[in-house]
């Protein structure tokens, strides 16, 4: 079946402009993660969803970040007044259950390349 | 916090050797430790994972060991082949405890032909 799906796949904007990043994760994962994986860097927890509880928001670097996750589902993350420090591959992973306090694996998006100019 | 150190940036070997790749973790209750792969313009994937009730799995021609008093954890990869190469990444959470992953910088793995 289709697995997790993020778009656009690129995004370029200007300093100071919002964006939004989309992520389809796979049908039935009632886990979902955004993680920001800067140019050789690790990959940074920034937000998770697990079905109606409220979102861990502890790695959200910001106020300039939010998420929502509507209906379950598709998640989107905004970015407002973008800045170049912004810019690094934002990366959306899901799962079924609990995700990781489950044992159960992260399957990740391709990501979205996002370049503040 | 937990905290993932992958010390190696970059690792060069010859088509056909091995290749090991080791991680240390800080907090002692993690009991979790996946790898992940990485290839160009993709997202990572799982390619195997430990839980801490055992020192060493297998899967094909990659293992990964577990030494618990020390804080480090391993990948090993046998006979190298150029599809090997990739970004491979550590990770470390508390199962049952956390539902985070923390993952190391990354180790770009290069297989020379």
Redesign the interface.
Known sequence: GAGVSQSPSNKVTEKGKDVELRCDPISGHTALYWYRQSLGQGLEFLIYFQGNSAPDKSGLPSDRFSAERTGGSVSTLTIQRTQQEDSAVYLCASSARQGVLSGEKLFFGSGTQLSVL | GEN?E?HL?TLSVQEGDSAVIKCTYSDSASN?F?W?KQEL??????II?I?SNVGEKKDQRIAVTLNKTAKHFSLHITETQPEDSAVY?C?A?R??G?????????TRLLVRP
Do not use: N, W
């Open positions: 993932v992958q940036s979790y996946p992940y313009g993709k997202g990572p994937q799982l994972d839980r990444f990770a959470s199962r049952g956390s539902y985070k992953l923390i993952f190391g910088s990354g």
